[in-house]
Structures are given as C-alpha cells and as structure tokens.
C-alpha cells in the first residue's frame, strides 16, 4: 500500500466505522466487533505511513480546493506523524477498555456512543495530518462537535449543562478567536500552509504577530490554557472512556498539538524568537500550571482531580513551545507522547475504581489496594509516569522541558516545572498509597461534598470490599497495556524523541 | 433561434402561466403546470449564466425598442446568477410544495397559491433581469403583492394581518422607490440603468439626487428588511403557510438585496456616494445592529419559525455589511451569501414544514424527543443550523470568511466582532432547539418514528445537501461571486 | 414668486404627509388604507407635473405644435395607478378577512386578541 493511501484511509476508516456501527447497532458483539476491527486497521495503515516519515519524508495528499486559492489537503511531519500514532495506539485500548466498562455500567445508547467515538477519531487523525491551517480547522470542529453528544451523552440536567459549558467555551474560542487569526493570517500572507520555518516572517510587524499568537493560543481552547479551561472539568460527567481517551489524549492533545504546530509552522521559532512576543504568554502558562494543579489538590472527585492535573500538564507543553527554544519544542512534542499514556491509565483506573468499587471519591478510596491490587499498581505507575519519575516515560519530557527552560536562561520557569512536580507528587501519589497502605474502615462516611464541577451519580456506600474484586477482564487488560506502555516509553523514548529532533532540526 | 429569446422567456413564461392555474383550478394540476413552469425557468436561467460567463453581457431590448427609450433587458453575471438563485429555490420548493400546500391550505384555495407563486416568481425574475428602474418597480410590486396573498393564505388567522401589515409597509417602500425614480428621471431624463449611469454623475452634487438616493435606500431598506425597517418581516414569516416562508425567506429578500447593490453600484456607480457622506458608516452600523440585535432577539423565541425570521433579518445584516465594505471582497462575500443563505434557510424552513406536516405546530415546546420521533427531520434542521453557525465545510463558513476577510482588509475591527458575535449567537438559538428535541423524552402517547413524506424530505435534504457541496467546493460560487463583484466595481457599460 | 413656482411640489408635500400621517395614526385599517392612497396619489401629482414644460401643449403630432409635454412620465404612472389600484383592491380584501377572523379592524384591538393567542 503506498503511503499517501494510506494517509487517506487512516482518516476515513474512523467515520467509515461510525457509519457501520450503527448499522451494526442491533448486535453488541458485531459493533464491538466493528470498532475493534477500525481501530487494528487503523494502527495499521499508521505503522505504514511511520517509515517514510522516521525516513524523512514529508507525505502530502492534496484533496479538493475548498475556496479558491485554499484547498485542503494532509501532509504528515514528524509531530503530526507523533500524534497520529498515540491516538491511534490509544483507540484500541479505549475500545477494549469501553466494552468492560460500557456492559458493566449499563450506559444506555451505546451504539451512538461508539458511532460519535469512532467521528472524534477520524477528525483527531484529521488533525494529526492537516497539510494547512483550514485542513486543521474543518477537523478541529469536527472534533469538538462529533464529541459534544458522548459529553451529553447521559442526557442528565448535569449532562445537558457540561455540555452546555464544553460546546460554548469550545466553539466560542475556536470560532471568536481562532478562526479571526486563521483569517487574519490568510489576509496578510495569502496562505495557511503549514511550512519549515513559518509564513509570517516578513509579513506582519512584531505588534501583530503578537495579537496573533495571542489569538492563536487561547483560541484553541481545546488546549484549556487558563483562562478558557472550565471546558474540561465540565466534561467530566462523560463515561469514563470518553473521559480517557478523549480528555486526557485526543481532545487536549488536539488543542496542544495545534498550538505547537502554529507555533514552529505559521510563525516559526527562529521568527517568534526573534519577536519575543511569546514570553508573557510562558507566564500565562506557567499560572496556569500552578492554579490547576493547586486546584487539583482542593478536588476529592477522582476524575475532577485528574481534569486539572490535565489542565496543568498541557500548560507544560505550551510552556515548551511558548520558549520557542529547540529543547523547549522537543520537551512538548515528547510529553504530548508521555503525558498521554500516563493520563490514560489514571483516567482508566478511575473508571474501574467507579463501576466495581462504586467509587468516584478519593476520600471513599482507602484501602482500595485490598480489592482492586492490580488497579491501584497501574495507578501507581501513572502517577509516576505523570509526575515525572523515573522508571517511566515522564521523566524523558520533563527533562528536556527542564532543559527547555535552561536554553532560553529562564530560572524561574525552571522552578515553576519544580514546584509543580512536588505538587503533582502531592495530589496524586497518596491515592495509591492509601489505597494499599490504609484501612477501608478509615474511610469517611460519604458526605454531600461532591466536587461541584463534576459530579457523576453513583457515590452509594457501598459494602465494603470482601477479598479482591477488580474491574471486568477487558479493562484490566486496557490498563495493563497502558501501563505497560509508561515503562516501555522510558527505556525506548528514541522515536519519539528522533521525530521530534526532525521537527526542530529539519 | 429560440435561445435568443431567453430573456424575455424568462419573465413571460411564468407570467403567462399564471393565468393558467387560475383556469385550471385542479390543485395538482395547477401544481403541475407551476413545476414544469419553474423547471424550464431554471434551465433558461442556467443557459443565460452559461452564456454571460463565456460571453460578457447580453443585452435584449424588449419589443425591439431600442434603449433608452424601450425597456432593455441587461444581464451580466449579477443578475444571472441572481436568476440562478430564484428559479433553483423554486425548482426545490415545488416538489415540496405539493404535499405540504395540501396540508396547510384549504384545497380550494390551493390554484390560487399556484397562481401566485408564479406571479411571484415571474416578479423576482423581472427584477433581477430588467435594466429599467421603472421597470423594476412594476416587477416588485407583482411580486410583492403575490406575496401578500401568499402570506395570507396561512392557516392562523394571525397571517391575516401580518400580510395586511406587510401590505401596508411594502407599499410605502415600493412608493418611496418610485419617488427616488421620479427624482432620478427629474434630473436626467432617462430611466435605463446604463444611461443613467453616465448621466448621474454631472448632477450629482444637485440636492435632486441626494434626495432621491435617500428615498431609494429607505424604499429598498424596507423591502429587504434592512434593521429597524424589518418590522414586517417576523410575522409574515411565521404564519406563511411552510411552503410561502420557504420561498420568500430563501428569495424574496434576496432579490431586495440584489436591487439595493443594482442601484448602489451599477445606476449611481459613476458617482462616489460612498465616498461622499457617511453612507457606508449608516449601513455599517445598521447591519451590525442587526446582527446582534436580530440574533439576541432569536434566542428569546418560542415559535422556532419565528426564531429563524429573526434569524434571516440577522443575515441580511451580514449581506448589508458586505456592502457598506465597498470593496470587492465584501461585495463578493454579500453576492455569495445571497447564495448560500438562500439555500441553508430554504432547508431550515422546509424542516419547519416537515415538522408542521407531522406534528401541527412548531412551539419549541413541541419539539420534545423530536430527534427521536423525525430524526431525518431533525438531523436535516441540526445539519443547517451548522451552517447557520458557520462550522467549515458549510455554506455559512464560506460567506463568513469572506465577510471577515473583507473587514480584516477594510480594518473594521468592530465589524470582525459583529460577525463572530453573531455566529455565536446562533450556537445558542440552534443548540436551543436542539436540546429540546434530543435530550427531552418525546411527549406520552406520541406516535413512533413518524415522518414527513419523501416528496418533502428530498426536497429538504437537497437543498441541505447543497449546503454542504457548496461549503466543500465553494470555487464554482465564489468564482461567480467575484466576477459579479468586479463586474459592479467596473466602468458602467 | 418663489413659492408659487415651486406651488405644486407644496402640494405634493402636503399631500404626502398627510397621506403618511394617516397610515401610520390611524388605528382604522380601512382608513390606512385610504391614507395609504392619498400618498400614492402624491406621487401620481409629481410625475405629472414634472412633465409639464411650461406653453407646452398634449403631445400630438400637428402642424405647428412645437413645444409639448413629455408623455413619458404620463405612461409611467398609468402603470402606477394600475398598481395602486390593485394594492387598494388587495388590502380591502385583507381587511374583509380581518373582519371575519377577529371581528373588529381596529388596531389595537387586533393587537389585544393576538396577545391572547
């Protein structure tokens, strides 16, 4: 199969799969069957495209002219290339894991469930492998419209008013921000390919470019830069799956990716370093990394913890690419990699915690580690992963963001990235440390202090747990990939960290 | 050759086959006759387009009078594709029209709505052919008092009076028209748009003019609803039977507009009134206004039919605004929104009809589980509200690029801010309804899936599918657009 | 002088604003549309008037006749009041049905019933 096919058949074969689950909606078995079946192909034809991009290729597809002079076509470099490959990756995980968890939950309306997943990856591809500014947007909002009904997806008052939030932050940022920068860009430059060294330089005076990047960065609210972040601790109240893949790898990743992408391909770093119209932009993030991950702290809900440790590790990646240093570039591009796969596993643990623990509240977990011994180990090993320890893949992105910081001679986000390690420590490691080291007779009883951003139904008190009782099978296996996944990201991190190289160093 | 006739055919067919609904009185066979009338409209409009696009500017005096004396039929690529537009809506609303007119007017009146709809028609047609500006005032009384009837023909008696009130406002802008004409013929002598293209500008500075050009806009204003001479506009549209609304909300304002830019650009192009004066200012902030003001005023509605009339005065501010830009950008952005806007509130409309054929009523509180009970319907509406929106690949995010295009170049930051606004705006209007019908249960006892015939889903989905061919491929469209747009910025011929 | 010169665009105001007036006072929809005509009818008097040039006799080819009046503007509004004609003839008709749906023409009392629906 030649590459450029492939390229076209790894963002069709996701909405090809959402036009087949539904009609395969009638028998569970055959639908799961059908996503399972899109999600191999689509690892697949992404391991096929990987060669010639680790070769140094630059693969372009070029598919219809949309306005004249503006067409849209994909072109996969070395992030795109990075990205495409996780979420692809992930995909298969998420749909193992959703079939456990969907069955064990009884969530109704199953088939849209997975016929919108299957649309969310397809334009994530899209976005992976947008050859222009006007390629990424048309999947951008694919994205964030294909994902609004698994927010909904519970049709709650709850629901309906996330959903509310998502699609209004969402849409209000991409469409009052970011397409006005799209445009503006078209208007002083007349294109919106994605090119080695930028298409600005030369073409806007330094007062522009910063109102540029300005728009750029926070009208892709999908990269939850504070202050247009209350998106996604609203989308908490989506089925844990949802929650995994999409809010912690496809969704945000998308919005980080983009703004990287902007960064090194419309502006150029060399140009915007040049500028310096970035700089108060890395304070914006490096606020952003510590109001969330204090906030994180303050959270009892689980996954409304992990929504603002979300929130601050996607400030790292924009922090990275807001130095715009070489090292500060590959540090993003690599913890987009790291942070998922350590992101993923927490947000599959809360699930299985919630649909065989009935427990969505740190507070109710201790001495979870009894009857959930493998969760609560994965859990562990995220948190690592996430914090930046060694032996996991965090570590890697966080050592060259460190570095990052050290090239462009700023200290003082150098002890921001410190801080915020300690605090991750903080608000992540004693939930498998109780669970396993505590009594489950310690445990509160179950008050009404709900996490207001998210609550999700079942806080019954539950029996205690009598001997081991983990998740279904299928999601125990997702988790154990993804765990797997942080370790073996730590002793083989060359991939990636080669790809990214190619993105700096053209 | 037959084909050199076209110009005139284009008006007369459907002028003359009027008369035969009204002989005929069968509903379906007055329903026949209007079809195959609108059919051949449409062939004879894309030929005409076909022929200005190779050729350049046909011109046919009427009768053989020679300009500027007879009437003379001028068309270039604003015009035709303006015909385009008129007899494509027709062509989808007809097959449309047939089981939704059934069920929203008493069968013996239904003749009566045929006959109208072809005087109507065969007015906007008139309008958007002739290069007579008298001319263009008997042609938009023919259509603006078949569309009275039409309004009146709706099953709530409130059509009545919003036809009455319509009557009453359309008359004074047709009457203010015909004034500024009569100013304009004053100081000229001569009636013909290219004449008086050369002729204005040495009497230009004359108070005559001014004036006359002050009556022109507020007459035209109120034809095309322009903000605040909109007033008619709700009402009429609301209780119109389905069929009416469709097709005068997708063409009826359109051909307005397409006068507006006629007089602004082509009979008074010699001279600079939008350089004089704070003309381009007036109709700036009017269209903003209208804009936000139309699109706040939408989300507080509970009759959807309604919510999507305030919708439409809300886009027309965008095609005003893409005038008072007074460059080729935004004149092209108006020209292709008068395109694209006709073809997503079509669609959006037909849903209207498709849940009234079904349901009786389009209360939002109706629309309970409706995603549920229509979902062709429902995803039908969902799909042009994203164009409403302006979500890529759509129709309304062609136009929109191009409007902010045009006021990113012009540097009118607080136009850029009224167009995104208002595009949000519309998130919430559309995503109001959408709640409503996809995340509450449907009511008890209410049937199954139950939906409109495909005699109205085709149609439906056509024009909604057309939405999206011309938002993927908007080269063909706005190649058009850009043509006409230099056309009106060009020497008067 | 001046002012009679100008006498019949006076009149044409006058008739114009009074016309104008009505339509939008009156709370009557027949006397609206009995407003509605007097307006138009200032417009007929304008184009007629303008067509007159001063020793000007009817436009008739004859010996002798040198200086007439431009029939153009005569022809014009034939059409006009054509077109009033059916405008007046159609929203009489409306206020018949009016009539009959909510049995009164009164404005405001129309009004009042639409707010109850």
Request: hydrophobic share 55%.
């Amino acid at each position: 199969m030649t590459v450029e096919l492939a390229i076209i058949l790894a963002v069709a074969v996701p909405f090809a799969g959402a036009v087949l689950i539904p009609l395969a909606g009638a028998t569970p078995n055959l639908r799961e069957t059908v996503t399972l079946v899109c999600a191999a192909i689509l690892l697949y034809l992404v391991s096929v495209i990987y060669p010639a991009v680790a070769a140094g290729g630059v693969p372009e597809v070029y598919l219809f002219e949309m306005l004249p002079g503006l067409s849209v076509f994909f072109l996969v470099e070395p992030l795109g290339m990075i990205f495409a490959g996780i979420a692809s990756f992930l995909w298969i995980a998420t749909s193992v894991y959703s079939i456990g968890y969907m069955r064990a939950h009884n969530e109704e309306n199953q088939t849209r469930f997975y016929a919108y997943f299957a649309i969310a990856l397809g334009a994530t591809m899209g976005i992976a492998f947008a050859g222009n500014m006007l390629t990424l947007f048309i999947f951008y909002e694919v994205l964030t419209l294909s994902t609004f009904p698994l927010v909904a997806h519970a049709g709650t008052e709850d629901a309906k008013r996330a959903g509310r939030v998502y699609l209004g932050i969402l849409l209000g940022t991409s469409i009052g921000l970011l397409l006005l920068a799209i445009i503006w860009t078209w208007t002083l430059t007349g294109t919106l390919d994605f090119t080695d060294g930028g298409i600005l330089a030369g073409k806007a005076d330094g007062l522009t470019v910063g109102i540029l990047l300005a728009l750029y960065t926070f009208g892709i609210g999908k990269a939850a830069l504070m202050p247009f972040h209350r998106w996604l601790p609203a989308a908490m109240v989506a089925p844990t799956p949802v929650s995994a893949l999409l809010h912690a790898v496809a969704v945000v990743k998308a919005g980080v990716f983009t703004v990287v992408k902007v960064v090194i391909y419309i502006f150029g770093i060399d140009f915007l370093f040049d500028i310096g119209v970035s700089e108060w932009l890395q304070y914006v993030a490096a606020a952003t990394i510590l109001i969330a991950s204090l906030v994180a702290m303050t959270r009892d809900n689980l996954k409304a913890r992990l929504a603002y440790s979300t929130i601050s590790q996607l400030s790292y990646i924009i922090l990275g690419a807001m130095l715009v240093t070489d090292l500060g570039i590959i540090g993003s591009g690599m913890h987009i990699a790291m942070h998922a796969f350590g992101k993923i596993t927490l947000f599959f643990c809360a699930g299985a915690f919630m649909i065989a623990a009935h427990k969505t509240e740190i507070s109710q977990m201790r001495g979870i580690g009894r009857a959930m011994p493998l969760t609560t180990l994965a859990f562990f090993i995220g948190s690592l992963s996430v914090i930046g320890l060694p032996p996991m893949g965090g570590l890697w992105s966080k050592w060259y963001l460190a570095l990052g910081t050290l090239e462009a001679g700023k200290l003082g986000l150098l002890g921001v990235l410190m801080v915020s390690s300690l605090l991750n420590v903080a608000y992540l490691l004693p939930i498998p440390f109780r669970g396993f080291f505590s009594s489950p007779q310690e445990n509160p009883p179950p008050e009404s202090s709900h996490d207001h951003d998210s609550e999700h139904g079942h806080t019954h008190d539950h029996d205690r747990p009598k001997g081991i009782k983990e998740a279904p099978v299928a999601c125990l296996i997702a988790i154990g990939v993804t765990s797997a996944g942080c370790l073996v990201l730590f002793f083989f991190p060359d991939p990636v960290y080669e790809l990214m190289r190619m993105v700096v160093a053209p | 050759m037959i084909a050199a006739q076209y110009p005139a055919l284009q008006v007369v067919l459907a002028l003359l086959a009027a008369p035969v609904c009204l002989i005929l009185r069968r509903p379906r066979a007055a329903w026949a006759v209007a079809t195959v009338i609108t059919w051949i409209s449409l062939a004879i409009a894309l030929s005409l387009l076909g022929r200005v696009w190779e050729t350049g500017v046909i011109l046919y005096p009427m009768g053989d009078w020679a300009a500027p004396w007879g009437i003379e039929y001028q068309i270039d690529t604003v015009n035709a594709f303006m015909l385009v537009i008129v007899t494509l809506i027709g062509s989808v609303v007809m097959p449309f029209a047939r089981a939704s007119v059934e069920a929203e007017i008493e069968e013996e009146r239904i003749y009566l709505f045929y006959c109208m709809y072809l005087l109507n028609l065969a007015g906007l047609l008139g309008i958007a052919i002739t290069g007579d500006v008298f001319n263009l005032f008997v042609f938009l009384e023919i259509s603006s008092l078949s569309s009275y009837v039409m309004i009146s023909l709706g099953r709530d008696q409130r059509a009545l009076t919003a036809a009455y009130r319509y009557l009453v406002m359309g008359t004074i802008g047709a009457t203010f028209y015909i004034i500024g004409v009569g100013m304009m013929y004053m100081m000229t002598g001569t009636l013909n748009m290219a004449d008086l293209a050369t002729i204005l500008p040495a009497v230009a500075d004359s108070r005559t003019i001014q004036v006359a050009l002050g009556f022109l806009t507020v007459g035209l204003g109120l034809k095309l609803a322009l903000f605040p001479l909109h007033l008619w506009l709700p009402n009429a549209y609301t209780y119109a039977p389905s069929a009416v609304t469709v097709f005068l909300a997708a063409t009826g304002t359109k051909v307005a507009v397409y006068a507006f830019i006629r007089i602004f650009f082509t009979v008074f192009g010699g001279v600079e009134v939008f350089n004089a004066g704070f003309i381009p200012e007036i109709l700036a902030v009017l269209a903003a206004l209208a804009m936000i003001g139309a699109s706040v005023v939408a989300i507080y509605q509970t009759d959807v039919k309604r919510l999507l009339a305030y919708s439409s005065i809300a886009q027309i501010g965008y095609m005003v605004l893409g005038i008072s830009m007074v460059t080729v950008t935004g004149l092209a952005g108006t020209i292709v929104h008068l395109f694209n806007h006709a073809i997503m509130k079509g669609g959006l409309f037909m849903a209207m009809g498709c849940i009234l054929f079904k349901i009786g009523s389009v209360q939002l509180d109706q629309f309970e589980g409706l995603g549920k009970r229509m979902p062709v319907t429902m995803a039908a509406f969902v799909a042009g509200g994203f164009s409403l929106i302006g979500v890529p690949l759509t129709v309304g995010f062609v136009s929109k690029w191009y409007l902010v295009q045009a006021a990113l170049e012009k540097g009118w930051w607080l136009a850029v801010a009224a167009i995104l606004v208002s595009s949000l705006l519309a998130v919430i209007y559309i995503w109001r309804v959408v709640e409503v019908a996809y995340f509450r249960p449907p009511p008890k006892g209410s049937a199954e899936v139950s939906e409109a015939p495909l005699s109205m889903l085709v149609p439906l989905w056509i024009l909604i599918g057309a939405s999206y061919y011309f938002g993927i491929d908007a080269t063909r469209t706005l190649d058009i657009a850009f043509v006409a747009a230099e056309t009106l910025f060009g020497p008067p011929q | 002088m001046e002012f009679l010169g100008l006498l019949n665009y006076w009149i044409i105001i006058v008739l114009m604003m009074t016309g104008f007036y009505i339509v939008i006072a009156h709370n009557n929809l027949v006397k609206k549309i009995v407003g509605l005509n007097i307006f138009q009818a200032s417009v007929f008097v304008f184009y007629i008037t303008m067509a007159k040039v001063k020793g000007g006799t009817a436009p008739i080819l004859a010996e002798g006749i040198e200086v007439y009046s431009n029939p153009l503007p005569h022809v014009l509004i034939l059409t006009a009041i054509v077109v009033g004609v059916a405008t007046t003839a159609l929203g009489l008709a409306l206020v018949i049905r009016i009539r009959d749906a909510y049995g009164t023409i009164e404005d405001d009392e129309i009004e009042a019933r639409e707010n109850e629906l």
